[in-house]
Structures are given as C-alpha cells and as structure tokens.
C-alpha cells in the first residue's frame, strides 16, 4: 500500500520559515515527479511546487517563487519543502503528491495524496 506521510507543520509568525517533510512508502517514487500542494479554507487545492524524478527539474507557482524551495532525496524516497518568508496567505493545508504524469498545476494528474499537514502564519 502506497502511503505519503507529511510531517513539519505548524504555527509560525509572518517572516518566518518552515519546513514540511514528506515519507513516502509502499513503492519507489525515484523515477516520478514529487510534490506539493495547498488547501487554504473555502479555496480549491493549488499547485505550489513540484521536482522531477528525472534531472530534478523544479516548477514553482508565481506566489511563492524566490521563498520556497523543493528538494527530494531518492535514497530516502523523501521530498522537502523549505518556506521562508511566509506570508498569511500562505495559510493552508499543504499536501504531498506524487505522480508518474505529474503537469504543473494540474491535481487531476497527481495519483497519490498525502493527508497534509496544517500551516499556520500568523500576522
């Protein structure tokens, strides 16, 4: 059974930083695009970054380009998320994906979900 664990979430004041872990288990994701998504309250899941298995490639959404960082570590079958500067708006639950045809902003080509982990940024 497939299973994405996110750990890292929390509370944190507007400035601060954050990192978010995912454990992935039940299969190898080297070979496949790993990522993350957000749910803030009342809003659609968003596509915030993702790393291919391949090359490493990143894609980042606009808002959070320059802040964030993604890194993946194969041997661990693991991908990071490094937030800095957070805003408010980067309040949300941010879930791990994984995928074999992962497009950008796209969750429908996402083919496992994490259960996501709370950020909270306060003002």
């Known amino acids: 059974q497939v299973q994405l664990v996110e750990s890292g979430g929390g509370l944190v004041q507007a400035g601060g930083s954050l990192r978010l872990s995912c454990a992935a288990s039940g299969r190898t994701f080297s070979s496949d695009t790993m990522g993350w998504f957000r749910q803030a309250p009342g809003k659609e899941r968003e596509f915030v970054a993702i790393?291919?298995?391949?090359?490493?490639?990143?894609y980042y959404t606009d808002s959070v380009k320059g802040r964030f960082t993604i890194s993946r570590d194969n041997a661990k079958n693991s991908v990071d998320l490094q937030m800095n500067s957070l805003k408010p708006e980067d309040t949300a639950v941010y879930y791990c994906a994984a995928g074999s045809m992962v497009v950008p902003n796209r969750p429908r080509t996402i083919d496992y979900w994490g259960q996501g982990t709370q950020v909270t940024v306060s003002s």
């Open positions: 790393i291919r298995g391949i090359g490493a490639i990143t």
